[in-house]
């Protein structure tokens, strides 16, 4: 078992997935907890997650983000959407235009971090079609996609990808 910075660290987008294991439901239980256990404005949760594991809406959302194929393949994709009216209410128009993504987007990177401690990989995809995504999941008015997580057990071994020096990214005071 990993501890938190390892599990931090292992992170890395998976981009195949063992098609003929599905995620278990225990497991899909635990990152949805996780990922509304997330912090958000007012405690509002402004948001809603789409857990998407019927083959052919799979299919479907990997159009929607441009034939990214590994949508498809990967058993479960959670998609994360931001009701901005709901925060609006309470916080006006920076609850609209920032807080209400900000919140999906919290809780997508606590998942996708629950994803890696129950022994799954994932990837956070950001490049689809709102419109299309929306049309997919038959989405309320008023919920709008921000991420989609695809999950499942890595056929890969993930990438380690380099990220800035500390110094190039934070300032001191
Ligand atoms: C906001 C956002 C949008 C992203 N959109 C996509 C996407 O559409 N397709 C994709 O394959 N990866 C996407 N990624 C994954 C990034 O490419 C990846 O996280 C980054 O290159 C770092 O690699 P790592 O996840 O392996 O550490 C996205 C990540 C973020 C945070």
Redesign the pocket.
Known sequence: MWDFFQTVHH???I?RYQTDMPVEEAKLHAVLETAVAAPSAGDLQSYCIVTVREPLLRQALSKA?YD?E?IADAPVSLVFCAHNERCAEQYGERGRTLYAIQDATIAAAYAQLAVVAAGLGS??????DEQAVRDTLALEPGSHPV?ILCIGYAAEL??E?PRKRLDDVVKWR
């Open positions: 992170r890395h987008s981009r983000a990214q590994f990837t956070w995809v950001g490049f689809f991420a993930p990438q990808t």
